[in-house]
């Protein structure tokens, strides 16, 4: 997100190995490990809830629902800021940059082949191309690809450039570009990417813009935690990109977006209860994410990643956040097929409606009559799906250890 003083040198220095070489930091892997525990919850609710609006809409949601919601805003921003964070460490224990180009093609390559095969069909059950999270994911890191060739200044000024001036293309139409609209709607716009219309096309949750600037934000990130006072830096960053959240959100002029579905979209208002107000103010654009949705989010992420670190995790709950933040594409395909199983099991049980969850889930269809659960089951359920991934989770982070000389095992 910023950059040090001599970050133009950085890359080239470190490619020579000049950096300090630092061990792998055990805060990043603990707050991967711990989005990882959150987003299961959106997950779980996706799958088990009864209920057929979104968790955003005003007119029907209320405060809890709303915060099983919100608590899952973090998950994404910190998937892509550690994804680029992890290139930079990576360069400064000894990577070539070159090596950490062709490894972000080549796995953001890899990602993208994932995301329309086999997490599509464990979402679905069905071969349906769906253009989610880790779609974004794969083609940023193809992008960073080339960024990281850049001195990390530039990087960091074009993270943060993205990041901040986005939302001005809020009001640009698909139609303008004409046979071209299905790239706009790829880059910046959620909807149905046509590839020959009306009966070829891509549904993209995730459009690429900012997701590729918060990337490359990450690696920039990545110069201050080489630094011995990183976690005052990492606590002053986190906490004034918190109070600009409240600020540009308070003065309510810009940085929500105009775009995407009109239960998530521009100003907050002061609404018939203190509890609807507040759930308006923090109602924050994610498709495409808003400017207030990546400081609402990366603000706290860098103040908890600044209160993780120098912790040892050897024991408990910081050391099971360790275990899933080390193996984060397994432990994610994993609870996908988990999770969407015992959804099936579960319906059978209570003697609910099925068949739906068999073709197409919650991607296809609406959540049929006599189906679901309330929160606490959705709460309960979570855990067991926490509790049900450890054992796989640890054995896998454990074999990847004893078999660092397979390079394979790196795009897992």
């Avoid at 989005?35 to 949601?61: C, G, K, N, Q, W």
């Avoid at 609209?181 to 790829?186: C, D, E, F, G, I």
């Avoid at 716009?189 to 070829?200: E, H, V, Y």
């Avoid at 309510?252 to 509890?275: F, H, R």
Wanted: one cysteine or more; glycine letters at 8%.
């Amino acid at each position: 997100m910023v950059t040090t003083s001599n970050s133009s040198a950085t890359v080239a220095a470190a490619s020579a190995h000049g950096l300090p070489s630092v061990p792998r930091l055990i805060s990043v892997d603990m707050l991967r490990g711990l989005v990882m525990v959150i987003m299961a919850l959106d997950h779980v609710r996706d799958y088990f809830t009864y209920l057929t609006f979104a968790p955003e809409d005003l007119s029907h949601t209320y405060g809890a629902l709303f915060f099983t919601r919100f608590v899952t805003h973090y998950c994404a921003p910190i998937f892509f800021l550690l994804a680029g964070t992890g290139g930079f460490l990576a360069v400064s224990r000894g990577k070539t940059v070159q090596e950490i180009s062709r490894f972000y093609w080549t796995r953001g390559l890899w990602l993208v082949f994932l995301e329309l095969t086999v997490i599509s069909f464990g979402w679905s059950f069905t071969f349906l191309g769906f253009a989610i999270v880790i779609w974004a994911l794969g083609w940023c890191m193809v992008a960073m690809g080339l960024i990281v060739r850049l001195p990390v200044r530039w990087i960091a000024a074009f993270g943060i450039g993205m990041i901040v001036f986005h939302n001005l293309l809020d009001r640009v139409n698909p139609d303008l570009f004409g046979r071209f609209s299905a790239l706009w709607m790829v880059l910046h716009q959620q909807g149905m990417a046509f590839i020959k219309p009306p009966t070829i096309g891509l549904v993209v949750l995730y459009p690429l813009i900012p997701w590729v600037g918060v990337m490359a934000s990450g690696y920039a990130l990545g110069a201050l935690l080489i630094r011995q006072d990183r976690r005052n830096i990492l606590f002053r960053l986190g906490f004034s990109l918190t109070l600009a959240f409240f600020i540009l959100r308070g003065i309510n002029l810009y940085g929500n977006g105009t775009v995407g579905p009109a239960n998530s979209v521009g100003q907050w208002s002061v609404q018939p209860t203190l509890s609807l107000t507040v759930i308006s103010f923090f109602d924050t654009l994610k498709y495409p994410p808003s400017l207030d949705y990546l400081l609402m989010t990366l603000g706290p992420a860098l103040m908890v990643l600044a209160w993780f670190d120098g912790l040892k995790a050897k024991h408990g709950i910081s050391h099971i956040l360790l275990v899933y933040g080390r193996v984060p594409m397994f432990y994610y395909i994993l609870h996908i097929y988990l999770i969407h199983v015992l959804a099936v099991i579960a319906a059978y049980f209570y003697h609910q409606p099925s068949a739906w969850l068999l073709h197409g889930a919650v991607f296809l269809n609406r959540v049929p009559p006599g189906y679901g659960h309330g929160l606490l089951f959705i709460y309960l359920m979570w855990m067991a799906v926490i509790a049900l991934l450890y054992p796989p989770c640890k054995w896998f982070m454990e074999f990847k250890a004893r078999h660092r000389d397979w390079g394979w095992l790196s795009y897992v």
